[in-house]
């Protein structure tokens, strides 16, 4: 009878520690997702001073849309670094806008390899952004279900948010002289 106490006892220690290294693992996957995908948004990043000041030289009057463009990577926590990215994702597509406005920038080789650029960097962001939703998807349903969510709640795993885009980006940009 002792045996079988004890191996019942066993096998929920193994099944315990097994719950808590699935979610410890799928939290780091989240982690490491996201931090794939902040390296794509930096470079993006990294490529907008240069794309907006080849802009200025030809939109001189759009100078506030363009300011917006380079201060909307600055961000603290998760949640607002990816609110701020929406924002900068809206204002990149304010700048395109513009440059469909001035026929002589559309040309311009500088303009042209900077939206080239931009245009992979995107679409290596928009990858990342798919695996991180699908990270934070594996992770919040463990964390969601049973018997997940006695063990999330027990060793204080909490569901985290997916990015997702805002109403403000899905709308098409008019841009007015």
């Excluded at 240069?50 to 300011?67: C, I, P, Q, R, S």
């Excluded at 990816?82 to 395109?96: D, K, P, T, Y």
């Excluded at 795993?157 to 007015?176: L, Y």
Aim: glycine content about 4%.
């Amino acid at each position: 009878m002792i045996w079988i106490i004890l191996l019942i006892l066993v096998a929920v220690a193994v099944f315990a520690v097994s719950m808590y290294n699935g979610l410890v693992t799928s939290r780091n996957k989240c982690d490491e997702a996201f931090s794939t995908m902040d390296v794509y948004l930096k470079q993006r990043a990294d490529l907008v001073p240069n794309l907006v000041n080849t802009v200025k030289g030809y939109a001189k009057h759009e100078a506030e849309t363009l300011e917006s463009v380079i201060t909307a990577r600055n961000a603290g926590n998760r949640t607002e670094q990816l609110e701020q990215e929406n924002r900068l994702s809206g204002a990149l597509r304010q700048v395109f806008a513009l440059a469909e406005s001035y026929p002589e920038l559309r040309s311009n080789e500088n303009f042209i390899n900077l939206q080239n650029q931009l245009g992979k960097v995107e679409t290596d962001i928009a990858n990342s952004r798919k695996y991180y939703n699908g990270c934070v998807k594996a992770f919040n349903d463990a964390c969601m279900t049973f018997p997940g969510n006695v063990f999330a709640g027990i060793f204080h795993f909490a569901p985290q948010s997916m990015f997702s885009t805002d109403e403000q980006s899905r709308t098409n940009v008019k841009v007015e002289f």
